[in-house]
């Protein structure tokens, strides 16, 4: 690969919003970064407090007026104003900034303007397709889907390459047409730190991670663990997120008075996040239709047993019944009984634990990345 190859990442959301497409972007920019490449992420500014430049040890981001105003999530008015905005900022830089390739985190918005200035341009252009991108996946937006599908078409068509998160495939193929598809899961940060689950005093702990809107389940979990109540009280379960469901999911834990067994969290920022996992027992991701969890990947990767949807995207990173339990989705009754299973066996989660650390291992952000450089060295070579 020459020298100062240099990648543009263009997303619409990174931090201080919180989110896989921020984790997605920040990891991947890094691991590029120790290949060899040079990286550069341009997203939105956040009100007027974020700076228009940050430069860090192995990347740059910048940041544009988007009429961005929040890290929560973003609304389809600040989609249609990322894509209105941001266009013509974008273009006018990277004419200046000239990029060997472009690679967009999420076919919408992003690839939409990926598209349009890469053609212009002719710079190769890598679209990234995610659970937020794709039909049948259940989200704020999903009574425009329709509408999607055919932005997501037309995007990916026009893409010289383009990947779908693993577990998605089903979902997001019969909307693709290019003969440069890859099909890559998501990776995780492999910590030197590994959890103790089973080795803990007190209570059993439950530990989830998630944005709070539709498609994380977070209804069916409350459920649950009203159910596991009327056999024990021996766990705590800590939610950590914050979206759109906080005040339903707060009056629900009221209704079953579980305030005192299940704690929401709220935000917290992605350096504090080990010590939640390190304190855990077990994982829960009881989501609907993702490609997968970033949290539940770096939760098998920390050795934590886990108890997850039994969804195509979950189903790489856990063995049931050696490394936790796939369960039915929309099946409160399901999930409480693979709860009970962890509380009653607390002397097995050591094993499930080692288990799931020996699969995180294998997941590693390096070797994703290598996966992306496959795709890009041609890409590149050939424009």
């Known amino acids: 690969m020459p020298s100062h190859t240099k990648i543009t990442f263009l997303t619409h ?22 290949l060899g490449y040079e990286v550069e992420i341009l997203t939105s500014k956040i009100g007027s407090d974020t700076k228009g430049r ?33 266009l013509p900022q974008m273009y006018f830089y990277l004419l200046k900034n000239r990029p060997n390739l472009v690679l967009s985190i999420f076919a919408i918005p992003s690839g939409f303007l990926g ?11 890598v679209v990234f397709v995610d659970a937020a991108d794709t039909p049948g996946v259940d989200s704020a937006m999903k009574s425009i889907v329709k509408y999607l599908s055919v932005i997501l078409s037309w995007v990916t068509k026009s893409a010289d390459a383009v990947v779908v998160l693993e577990g998605l495939e089903d979902l997001a193929c019969p909307y693709i047409e290019n003969n440069n598809l890859h099909i890559i899961p998501n990776g995780t940060s492999v910590p030197a730190e590994i959890a103790s689950p089973g080795n803990h005093t007190g209570k059993v702990q439950f530990l989830s991670i998630g944005r ?43 209704k079953h008075n579980l305030q005192s067994f299940i704690t929401l969290a709220g935000r917290v920022e992605y350096e504090q996040l080990k010590w939640h996992y390190l304190s855990s027992d077990c994982y829960l991701f009881y989501g609907g239709r993702e490609g997968s969890s970033l949290a539940m990947i770096e939760a098998v990767a920390y050795g934590l047993p886990v108890i997850a949807s039994d969804h195509p995207g979950n189903r790489a990173y856990i063995k049931h019944a050696e490394s936790g339990f796939l369960v039915a989705h929309n099946d409160p009754t399901a999930l409480s009984e693979a709860i009970l299973r962890i509380i009653n066996n607390k002397s097995e989660l050591s094993v499930y634990g080692q288990k799931s650390r020996e699969i995180g291992e294998q997941c590693s952000w390096r070797n994703i990345a290598i996966r992306y450089d496959k795709i890009f060295k041609p890409l590149i070579k050939n424009r």
């Not at 598209?115 to 252009?125: A, Q, S």
């Open 212 to 254: 709070l809107v539709l498609r994380k389940g977070y209804d069916h979990v409350i459920d649950a663990f009203d159910k596991v109540r009327l056999k024990t009280d021996d766990f705590h379960l800590t939610i950590i997120g914050y979206g759109a469901k906080d005040h339903e999911l707060m009056k629900l834990l009221e």
């Open 13 to 34: 959301e990174y931090y201080p919003v919180l989110c896989g497409g921020t984790i997605f972007a920040d990891k991947m920019a890094v691991e590029l970064d120790l």
């Open 54 to 86: 940050e430069v860090n040890p192995h990347f740059t981001v910048r940041r544009f007026f988007t009429g961005r105003s929040s890290t929560s999530d973003a609304k389809l008015s600040e989609h249609l104003l990322f894509a209105v905005l941001g």
């Open 115 to 125: 598209v349009l200035i890469c053609k212009v341009l002719r710079i190769p252009h």
